[in-house]
Structure formats: C-alpha cells, structure tokens
C-alpha cells in the first residue's frame, strides 16, 4: 500500500519554530537568517484621558515606528487567557469581613469572567529571498558581515523604541528565558508552558515544543486544545485607536497578532507603477476603441480614460506624501486564534469572531497562523 501524501509532507512541530538560537539575552537568530527581540506593554488606559492625550500618545507612537529600518517586521501580540485568580489576604481577624469577601469572590468568579490580558511586541529584521545564505549573490563572509549588520540593527532600533515609548508604553524588553516563555506558549496554548527555561542557547526550537499540532477539516489541534484562525479578509475602511477593541470583549482564549513591515520606497513606487500600468488599459479599452473608430476624438473622453486619469492623480498624490514623510506605508495583517480545551467552547465563540472588528474576518487560514510562526518555510 502507497504513504499517503499527508504522511510523505508531514513534518515535526519544531519545524514552524521560526527561532534557532539566542545570540544574547534578549536577541534571537531566526532560521530565516534574520533575527528578533520580545518586548512586553504596560499599554495605555485611556479612560478618562482627553481627545488631545490620546493624538497625543498616537502621534507618538508613530513617530517611534518610523524608526524602523528597511527589513523590519514588528508584531503585536495581545494574549488573552481566560480565568484570573483575585488577591486575597491568608486570613481575616473578622468573621464577618472573611465572610464578606469570600462572598464576594465566589461572585466575581462566577460572574465577572476575569481574565488575563497581555501586550506584546515581537520586532524582527530579515534578509529579502535574495539576500539569504546559500543563495549564489551571497558568499559566507558577506552573510557573516550581513549577519553582524542586522544584530546592531536589531539592538539600536530597541533601544530607541524603549527610549521613546517605555514612559508611555511601559515598554520593555524582555530577556530569553520570558521570550522562550512566549513562544512556548504559542505553541502549546497550556499555562505551564509559561514557566518554560532554556537549557542552552542552541536549538531552542526542540526546547520550546512539547504538543503534536494536527489539521483537521474545520480547526487545528494543538496538543490538547482545539483551535481556529481568522485572519483579516480587506483592509481596515478606517483607522482609529483600539480598533479591535471589541474582539477582548469574547469570552474565549484568544491571541491576537497585528503584523507591520513598513514599505521601502522603491516597493512603492514599483507597486505604484504596476497599478498605473493598470489603470492605463482603459485609456484604450478595445471596447472602447471599436465604439469610436470612426471618431477617435471620443476615446480619451470615456469613463474609463477619466477614472485612469483620476487614478493616476491620487497614486501621484501618495508619491508625494512618500517623498515629504508624512506617511509611511507598509503591509499590515491581522490573525486570530480562538482555542480551548472543549470543542463544544470553541464552537460557541467562533460565530462572535467575525464583524467584531473594522474588517471582515475570514475563518480557516490554518496555512498562515497569525503570528511569527507564519514565516517558516514549509
């Protein structure tokens, strides 16, 4: 009897681990040749803040991300893990106020569904496809040079982000044995994966797995949690702070990752040109063309000619926005994983993923989970 085909493509968990090593405390290799640093966010309460503290924070904020080198990709992770154990004193010298808060705790748990909520920010800088090692326009001592260049890359753009946002963030990095913690995590969704140490700083990927992670028709197994992806179908029509403020609200194990790279400006005006290009066929549409053959002077006066050139003036508009820094664009995407222990739980929370956000949501991207582990080659 044939291997079936799953069975002959099959590989082991550690191969999604992007990581390879740590090359310091806080800094990792990546398999892809890049490397990356963990940063955790205190975040911002914005209740009661005014209008002006807020475009205040945003401002910023934005400020510090055009800092990012050409390469960069920033992650943002929001942990949500349900269940929360309230502080408590061992004891009360009065029976009435033991009785009183135990009360009040019995109440909170069955009622309040507290949870755990955590910021993270993964940042990372990897070679382009033609600048990786093995490829014929790079030999070992250039992806040594390359290599050394990333690493100071890496450390200056962290420690000018924690400069700049760690008053207002509470942004910190975070050394390897809590970044082993997260990504352990990520990979086996249980909570003692959180209490994870490193061993050594080689092979961090054979250290970080300990679940089977299985693909099934309408979800994934990861160990023994049940689990699904979302990921963001069209852009966002608008950008406002907490923009997916309403997706924390479920009453599920959720983790979120927002993904930036910001765009050099060749590969805009690259993208700009093939658009242009684009939009240039309906100057001389055949349809077109065929209905004015005989009055050629008409061609440049239909819809599509008008929408080309109305087209090509907004292109031109970002063009200049590019050269006058006022913008910076780049490639942002959003994954969602919904998981639990319980496939009857997990059923009940996906129908209040999708339109809880600015965007549509679209269920069952299993081949590009949302997060950092995406970007290992299968």
Not at 130 to 137: I, L, V
Not at 268 to 275: F, G, L, P, S
Request: charged share 20%; proline share 5%.
């Amino acid at each position: 009897m044939p291997t079936p085909k799953w069975f002959r493509q099959a590989k082991p968990t550690r191969s999604i681990v992007p990581l390879s090593r740590f090359v310091s405390d806080s800094i990792f290799a990546l398999k892809t040749g890049g490397y990356g640093c963990l940063f955790s966010l205190a975040g911002i309460d914005d209740e009661g803040l005014t209008d002006l503290a807020i475009n205040d924070a945003i401002a910023r904020i934005h400020g510090s991300l055009q800092s990012l080198p050409d390469g960069a990709h920033l992650y943002q992770y929001v942990r949500i893990r349900k269940g929360y154990e309230i502080p408590a004193k061992g004891g009360y010298g009065n029976p009435t106020v033991a009785a009183l808060v135990s009360d009040r705790r019995s109440f909170l748990n069955e009622n309040a569904h507290l949870r755990h909520i955590e910021l993270f920010w993964c940042l990372t800088i990897e070679p382009s496809a033609n600048h990786s090692f093995g490829k014929k326009k790079l030999t070992p001592e250039q992806y040594g040079r390359q290599s050394a260049r990333f690493i100071a890359q890496i450390q200056k753009t962290a420690e000018i982000l924690t400069s700049q946002l760690s008053d207002l963030l509470g942004l910190t990095m975070l050394p390897k044995h809590q970044t082993a913690a997260f990504f352990s995590y990520l990979l086996n969704l249980e909570d003692w994966s959180l209490d994870r140490r490193l061993t050594s700083n080689e092979n961090v990927d054979c250290q970080l797995v300990n679940s089977s992670v299985s693909w099934h028709q309408d979800h994934l197994r990861i160990g023994k949690h049940y689990a699904q992806m979302f990921s963001l179908l069209n852009n966002p029509a608008g950008s406002r702070p907490h923009l997916f403020a309403a997706l924390q609200d479920l009453d599920a194990n959720l983790i979120l990752c927002a993904s930036w790279a910001p765009a050099p400006r060749a590969t805009v005006e690259k993208r700009i040109a093939q658009i242009e290009g684009f939009l240039g066929i309906f100057k001389n549409k055949f349809l077109a063309l065929a209905a004015n053959i005989k009055n050629p002077e008409n061609l440049e006066k239909t819809i599509g000619s008008r929408a080309a050139e109305k087209g090509a003036d907004k292109l031109a508009d970002i063009l200049h926005s590019v050269d006058n820094q006022g913008h910076q664009f780049g490639f942002y995407s959003l994954f969602v994983l919904v998981h639990s222990r319980s496939q009857s739980d997990l059923s009940d929370a996906i129908p209040s993923v999708p339109g809880r956000g600015a965007g549509p949501l679209h269920r069952g991207d299993h081949r590009q989970p949302g997060c950092l582990l995406r970007h290992v080659p299968r």
